[in-house]
């Protein structure tokens, strides 16, 4: 695929068509903080949610999910279980899923399996830039859920992860970055607002999840789910006056962004 600008914006304009047609149901393997909200995001876009999260039903789900999430933010023994269970099943059923390797890097629980669930070798492990160092086994992570580290940093980084398991990382910062080793995508829209809204980072990892069930070009699906999501923020920063009115403007921009929004706004390079 010739990867230019013009045929990424019109594949991402298809690809939010195609996830609004067939509403791809996305199991979410997340942290307690951000369940709402990750839920919210995918029915705003069109997609379908559900947080099958506990051991015995994440396997048996997985296999019949469109796509799946497997987020590090809050991994209690019983989710830890639940999450290997999904991602067996997922391998097995080839559906595929996202890595979400929160605050790894100095934590000594999720760190180990953040490891364990790189080498299982998910579709997509997107993170901030601290995070994608981490995981790749280097540095010490960032501040908590807070990157320490810039995305010019971790892009290197990014396309060796890429190139060792054989997937798609992106990196979530000013500028998104999104690699498969082999070609490197940025994309340059998103708002700061984005950033003081719990869960802003989180829900975006399902919505990639939503975008790789429609297609199997992985780095074409996340670029676009990178675009929709960060287009649909700058709509929604537009509309706010600060983190309270943003988050529920974010999740009315969802709904409403079309291919006009992205044909306009879209900086993808």
């Known amino acids: 695929?010739?990867?230019?600008?013009?045929?990424?914006?019109?594949?991402?304009?298809?690809?939010?068509?195609?996830?609004?047609?067939?509403?791809?149901?996305?199991?979410?393997?997340?942290?307690?903080v951000?369940?709402?909200?990750?839920?919210?995001?995918?029915?705003?876009?069109?997609?379908?949610?559900?947080?099958?999260?506990?051991?015995d039903e994440?396997?048996?789900?997985?296999?019949?999910?469109?796509?799946?999430?497997?987020?590090?933010?809050?991994?209690?023994?019983?989710?830890?279980e639940a999450m290997l269970e999904a991602v067996a099943a997922a391998n097995d059923a080839k559906t595929?899923?996202?890595l979400d390797p929160v605050a790894v890097g100095s934590l000594p629980v999720r760190t180990p399996l953040g490891y364990t669930l790189r080498d299982l070798r998910p579709s997509i492990v997107r993170g901030n830039a601290s995070?994608?160092?981490?995981?790749?086994?280097?540095?010490?992570?960032?501040?908590?859920?807070?990157?320490?580290?810039?995305?010019?940093?971790?892009?290197?980084?990014?396309?060796a992860l890429a190139a060792k398991t054989g997937r798609?990382?992106?990196?979530?910062?000013p500028v998104d970055v999104v690699t498969d080793g082999r070609d490197t995508i940025r994309i340059a829209n998103g708002d700061?607002?984005?950033?003081?809204?719990?869960?802003?980072?989180?829900?975006?990892?399902?919505?990639?999840?939503?975008?790789?069930?429609?297609?199997?070009d992985r780095l074409a699906t996340t670029v676009a789910a990178?675009?929709?999501?960060?287009?649909a923020a700058e709509l929604a920063a537009s509309r706010s006056v600060g983190p309270g009115s943003f988050a529920a403007n974010f999740l009315d921009a969802l709904a409403a962004v079309d291919a006009d929004d992205i044909r306009r706004m879209a900086a993808i390079a």
């Open 131 to 159: 995070e994608i160092i981490a995981a790749m086994g280097s540095g010490s992570g960032g501040r908590g859920v807070d990157a320490s580290d810039g995305v010019d940093e971790a892009e290197p980084v990014a396309r």
């Open 34 to 55: 951000v369940v709402n909200f990750t839920a919210n995001a995918l029915l705003a876009l069109g997609a379908s949610a559900a947080m099958v999260d506990i051991p």
């Open 96 to 98: 595929p899923w996202v």
């Open 226 to 231: 990178a675009t929709v999501y960060t287009v």
């Open 168 to 173: 798609v990382v992106a990196i979530s910062g």
């Open 192 to 216: 700061a607002l984005l950033t003081k809204v719990t869960g802003g980072g989180c829900a975006l990892g399902a919505v990639m999840a939503a975008f790789a069930a429609v297609d199997d």
């Open 1 to 32: 695929m010739l990867r230019t600008p013009k045929n990424l914006t019109d594949f991402t304009c298809s690809a939010l068509d195609e996830v609004r047609d067939h509403a791809p149901l996305v199991q979410c393997i997340t942290n307690s």
């Open 58 to 80: 994440a396997g048996p789900f997985a296999r019949v999910a469109s796509g799946l999430l497997v987020n590090l933010g809050t991994p209690a023994a019983e989710s830890r």
